[in-house]
């Protein structure tokens, strides 16, 4: 039996990526990555600033995500994000400003824990995908 | 009557207008195209977030502590209504018609002696409302600049609403748009969006019983989801609203154009009757000329 299950990435503006022949997802939650296969029981989370995994049989595919909601029901991963980009066509110049902005918004005194936690990982994520 | 002179460039005129709207009506038409596309492209990502809270708000238990964005804040004092238009004219009844649906909807508010506050978005609907509503309208937004509809703009709209609402400062609120159905019928839609109408999940009861596992909890997710669903559903509304305005003119154009045909089929008549006329007196001048010598 195979193990491959479906993939939904919508934006608000299009249909992102859509696949079937996907066998691992990994996202990052908002409590920690998730890796995802077949027959995951049904979830719904939201995610944290992070890069999405999509495992299939010909290729790997990495995406940067800002925010957005996951569900898993009935094999069919779908990920509502408003801000996403491939990793292979990254735009330097949009990365080294997310940073900044976000440095910005850092320094700022009057944001509670959860904003600063949630902004200190998006700089990283974002340096680590500069970097490379 | 008008002289031959003055019927000549009158049909000139009418000729001129009639390319202007011919042309009007080539470009609305290749834009509807791309604003169709649009819209249709947008649904999946609305229709899966309607589905996401369907379920969420299905798993709540507790209502009383779920967030209010959902269910209300219990009282419906202040209503809150934005009116989406388009920000260009020259489109038939379609900015009127939003209008029209918005001010009963704002009559109804103010008889019941409940506070009304309005956002207007594009400024037609601005132009329209400020003679009549101009004490209630409480910010006016317009994307003139933007070329697109973009995702972004629809979330600053979102923002501003959930700002007031952190504040207290409407109960209820509600959206109007056209709804796009078809290039020559658009339908004027009133939705509520806060607190969200919850009739709608009566209808796929079916198989929907799945129990989620929800990382974190469901008020965590739903608390983070709702301000986005209103940003959503904006969105949505601006996707709709922009086919409706296209296809709108494109029919109101088409109109015109036609109208403007037979214009200058009529006066083309009258012309060369009088064209006809004059000749005819001039003979007759003539021939009684003649016969008196």
């Known amino acids: 039996m195979s193990n491959l299950f479906n993939i939904d990435i919508v934006n608000p503006e299009q249909s992102f990526l859509s696949k079937d022949n996907v066998f691992e997802v990994v996202i990052p939650a908002v409590e920690g990555e998730i890796g995802i296969l077949k027959d995951h029981i049904p979830i719904i989370s939201f995610l944290k600033p992070g890069i999405i995994r999509v495992f299939s049989e010909s290729e790997e595919q990495s995406f940067y995500v800002e925010d957005g909601i996951v569900e898993f029901k009935d094999n069919t991963l779908s990920v509502l994000t408003s801000s996403i ?18 440095e910005a918004e850092l320094s700022k005194d009057n944001i509670d824990d959860q904003k600063r936690f949630l902004l200190n990982h998006k700089v990283e994520v974002l340096k680590s995908i500069s970097i490379n | 009557m008008p002289s ?32 169709q596309e649009n819209a249709e492209k947008g649904r999946p990502y609305s229709e899966k977030m309607n589905n996401v809270i369907l379920n969420l708000s299905k798993s709540i238990t507790d209502k009383e502590n779920a967030p209010k964005l959902l269910v209300g804040t219990g009282e419906e004092k202040v209503h809150l209504c934005i009116v989406l238009t388009a920000d260009r004219g020259l489109c038939g009844g379609f900015n009127t018609n939003i209008i029209k649906k918005a001010k009963s909807y704002f009559e109804k508010i103010i008889s019941e002696n409940k506070t009304l506050k309005i956002i207007t978005v594009g400024s037609k609907g601005y132009d329209q409302l400020k003679r009549q509503y101009k004490s209630y309208i409480v910010e006016n937004i317009s994307f003139k600049e933007s070329k697109n509809i973009n995702y972004f703009d629809a979330d600053k709209v979102g923002k501003i609403i959930i700002e007031k609402f952190e504040k207290n400062e409407f109960d209820v609120c509600a ?27 009566d209808k796929d009861d079916s198989g929907n019983d799945n129990d989620y596992e929800f990382e974190p909890d469901e008020d965590e997710i739903l608390s983070n989801l709702l301000p986005k669903n209103i940003s959503t559903q904006i969105f949505k509304a601006m996707l709709e609203n922009s086919a409706s305005e296209q296809g709108s003119r494109m029919t109101a154009m ?19 009757r009088s064209r006809q006329a004059a000749i005819t007196k001039e003979l007759i001048e003539i021939i009684s000329g003649a016969e008196s010598l």
């Not at chain 1, 980009?85 to 976000?102: C, G, H, M, Q, T």
């Not at chain 2, 009007?24 to 604003?35: D, G």
């Not at chain 2, 088409?254 to 060369?272: F, K, P, Q």
Request: proline share 2%; net charge positive.
């Open chain 2, 254 to 272: 088409d109109n015109a154009t036609r109208n403007a045909g037979e214009l200058v089929d009529r006066l083309t008549i009258e012309y060369n």
């Open chain 1, 85 to 102: 980009f491939d990793l292979k066509n990254a735009d330097k110049n949009f990365v080294s400003e997310s940073i900044s902005s976000a």
């Open chain 2, 175 to 201: 959206i109007f748009y056209n709804k796009f159905k078809n290039v020559i019928t658009q339908i004027p839609q009133e939705q509520q969006i806060v607190p969200l109408n919850e009739d709608k999940d």
């Open chain 2, 4 to 35: 031959l002179d003055d019927l000549r460039k009158r049909i000139t005129s009418v000729k001129s207008t009639q390319k202007i709207t011919k042309a009007m009506k080539m470009v609305a038409a290749a834009k509807l195209r791309k604003a």
